[in-house]
């Protein structure tokens, strides 16, 4: 997703300041690092599973055992039966995970052929589902999932130069493949072996430091080129009034916290049997990301039991719990209501103050150190930082329009990616944004988590407001206000000239960015996934195939696509790329341009992007490997041309799916109309495309196109059109209609 724009922005230093030795003792340093914090995590893990389940069995059975010189015979064997007991139910579990743990590192199962079902495969999903017991927790599997596999060198290198084949020149191409080569015999076999004793040492060999270079490294804003957004339902307004519909988000997001906390959630299963990765839940909620002049750090808090509302340019902090219980949506309407009501004005410097998030790191970490270190400033930022998230009472209107569509939807998205710039908390791991007619969305920080999961609190909130929780005949949350409940409390600040004029000079930089971000966001209701199952094709394989097809026509050419695959089947997975402009697909790209309908070659291209995806999910991708190879390089203090080429590529166009990961919570056969409209981000590449999509139920497509401005080669609204159309001349190539009759 977002990634993307970060991967081709990456420019990696390291400076071991101090150290007199080869650099090579600092690739070891960082991956006995890499390791040391990996396993710093599971024993939290472990430790904060023993203080919510009260297990203290185990202790008194040592203690016992200790003691037992001085209890009855009878005493002593209850205690030997006890520990005994304990000791073959460990072993039991043991066993049952490290068997667990061979089923799932079987990927067999994604390659058979669609719609039908191997008895081998039924044996083992049959297998899974014993070894995975009843009611599994959230993190119920975490220890059960394979590691990711490292990829051979030759492997990696051979699926790079298929993948470029069809974008070079055949010079530019030989020049390559002799790089390639020379890399594969020659410093690919040194690097491998570091990663390989990473991969040992470590639960992935990948995640750490994506997140470090990808994400913290960045010292660009955050804002646009990172940071992403989820809309509301596209057609559904379930009340105009914004302090109410604020009410029911709140209550229903800190109901998914609590559930989240006590790990009651069901942990996503493929095939409602595969379990994957649930690692990026646990810094959802009391997150924020921290500049820091070189690097950024992600600050987690064990538990906040307040949030931070923004509205008018003041910044209120709203306690969540009263008598030891959580706010009901109406005391939550209540508190929202009196912050509407407030008709004092802004601190100086307060209103633009979150303009710091949304600009450079630098700039920001420097302020932050200089102006908000002590007093009232540290007291208000740490109430923000320390929020469970972030909630803003936009003072705009934003909603979809009937009757003008394009122009409504296209300032919606952009409100929610960017805002005016310093109305968004930037860093917080995400911002609930209300509109003053009762729409909402989200904008989420990228570093700590990916889009899915995210997208799988939205699921919940949208799910739980309208049917659930639901309003009364005059919009407002059901109940009644509390007599006596404490007002929210107004942050303080006090703020220097000079460190509004920091404020003044990151607002610049970020209004020059949103300024230039041309987006567009249109409902493909033509057809859906419905009637793309009926030519016996992958929804997604079609879509990916028809945004080659839009792209030739918009600038009739090529480029180096980027589609985001999870690598959730896998401990601590997160994302891989599918390179989907593939030799099969141009092939099918210029047979439609000449007019030739060439089924045949969409079938090929289709199957293509199928394994390419498969190879993704099941560690065998080829760009996370390119950049670990690349990280142990520069620690090793080696110079490769042939990586360094690799890594500065530019991805023009960078494609995500927004999977319906709950689709059990939306009944959209009686209820079509609660769909979501999906979400998206910002501009890649200068002079590229951003595409996300969402499929929601059989016959609703939406997309979410972004480009720049300032480039004089894209337009996103050209490039919507050329999708519909892409999208509607490969369905003519199936002659559904004939064969219908």
């Known amino acids: ?49 023993v203080n919510r389940r009260r297990d203290f069995s185990f202790i008194f059975c040592v203690f016992a055992s200790v003691h037992s010189q001085y209890m009855s015979t009878d005493s002593q064997k209850i205690v030997g039966g006890v520990l005994v007991g304990t000791g073959l139910w460990v072993t039991i579990i043991m066993i049952m995970r490290n068997v667990l743990k061979s089923l799932l590192s079987w990927h067999g199962w994604m390659y058979a052929n669609h719609g039908s079902v191997s008895w081998t495969t039924r044996i083992w999903m049959l297998l899974v589902k014993v070894f995975s017991g009843r009611k599994p927790m959230l993190y119920s599997f975490q220890n059960s999932l394979p590691r990711l596999p490292v990829p051979s060198v030759k492997d990696t290198c051979k699926r790079y130069l298929e993948s470029v084949r069809p974008l070079m020149e055949d010079e530019q191409y030989e020049r390559m493949k002799g790089l390639a080569k020379d890399f594969e015999k020659n410093l690919g076999p040194r690097l491998q072996w570091y990663l390989k004793l990473k991969s040992w040492w470590a639960s992935n060999y990948v995640s750490d430091w994506w997140e470090e270079y990808i994400y913290l490294r960045g010292r660009g804003p955050i804002m646009v080129n990172s940071n992403y957004y989820a809309m509301d339902f596209l057609y559904v307004f379930p009340t105009s009034i914004q302090a109410a519909r604020a009410g029911n988000a709140i209550h229903a997001i800190m109901l998914y916290r609590r559930k989240l906390d006590r790990a009651q959630i069901k942990p996503l299963m493929l095939l409602h049997t595969i379990p994957m990765c649930s690692a990026q839940y646990e810094r959802m909620f009391n997150t924020t990301r921290v500049p820091g002049v070189d690097t950024d750090t992600l600050q987690h808090m064990n538990e906040s039991k307040h949030i931070v509302v923004y509205h008018k340019g003041r910044f209120y902090k709203v306690w969540m719990f009263y008598d030891g219980r959580l706010l009901l949506p109406r005391e939550i309407e209540q508190q929202m209501e009196r912050i509407l009501a407030d008709q004092s004005e802004p601190l100086p410097g307060e209103e633009r103050l979150a303009a710091l998030t949304a600009g450079d790191r630098t700039p920001w970490a420097n302020a932050r150190e200089t102006y908000f270190g002590r007093g009232k400033n540290k007291q208000s930022l740490d109430a923000i930082e320390k929020a469970a998230f972030v909630v803003t009472l936009d003072d705009t ?13 296209d300032s919606y998205a952009k409100s929610l990616l960017h805002g005016k710039c310093y109305d968004r908390w930037f860093d917080k791991s995400f911002n609930l944004i209300v509109f003053k007619n009762g729409t909402m969305g989200l904008n989420a ?72 971000v041309d987006s567009h966001i249109f409902p493909f209701s033509d057809f859906g996934k419905g009637l793309i199952k009926k030519c016996r094709t992958s929804p997604d394989a079609f879509i990916q195939i028809a945004l080659q097809l839009a792209h030739y026509r918009d600038k009739g050419k090529f480029c180096l696509t980027y589609e985001a695959s999870m690598t959730r089947l896998f401990r601590e997975g997160r994302t891989e790329t599918v390179r989907s402009c593939t030799v099969e697909t141009c092939a099918f790209v210029r047979a439609m341009i000449r007019d030739e309908t060439r089924l045949k070659l969409l079938k090929v291209a289709a199957e293509k992007h199928q394994n390419m995806y498969r190879l993704a999910m099941t560690g065998e991708g080829i760009d996370r490997h390119l950049f670990c190879l690349y990280v142990v390089s520069k620690y090793l203090g080696e110079d490769s041309a042939f990586l360094k080429e690799v890594l500065s590529e530019p991805w023009r166009l960078s494609t995500s799916q927004t999977p319906l990961q709950q689709v059990e919570l939306f009944d959209l056969v009686r209820h ?28 609703l497509i939406n997309f979410h196109i972004s480009s720049k401005h300032s480039s004089p080669e894209t337009d996103s609204h050209r490039f919507g059109a050329n999708i519909r159309q892409s999208m509607l001349d490969i369905l003519d190539l199936f002659q559904l209609d004939k064969k219908t009759k």
């Open 1 to 49: 997703m977002a990634e993307a724009h970060q991967a081709v922005a990456f420019q990696f230093t390291v400076t071991p300041d101090g150290i007199d030795l080869h650099l090579c003792h600092e690739a070891l340093r960082q991956v006995y690092l890499s390791g040391l914090h990996s396993w710093k995590k599971r024993f939290i893990r472990f430790k904060v599973k």
């Open 397 to 409: 209107e934003q909603r979809y329009d009937e009757a003008n569509p394009v122009k409504s939807l």
């Open 445 to 516: 920080e990228h570093s700590w988590a990916d889009a899915p999961i995210i997208g799988h609190l939205w699921e919940h909130v949208l799910s739980m407001d309208p049917v659930r929780l639901g309003y009364t005949e005059e919009g407002h949350c059901c109940g009644q206000p509390h007599p006596n409940l404490p007002g929210p409390q107004r942050l303080q600040w006090d703020i220097s000239a000079e460190c509004i004029e920091v404020i003044d000079s990151s607002l610049a930089v970020a209004r020059v960015l949103a300024d230039d």
């Open 672 to 699: 079509p109309e609660y769909v979501s409209s999906g979400g998206g981000f910002g501009p890649v590449a200068d002079d590229g495309y951003g595409v996300s999509y969402i499929i929601v139920g059989e016959n």
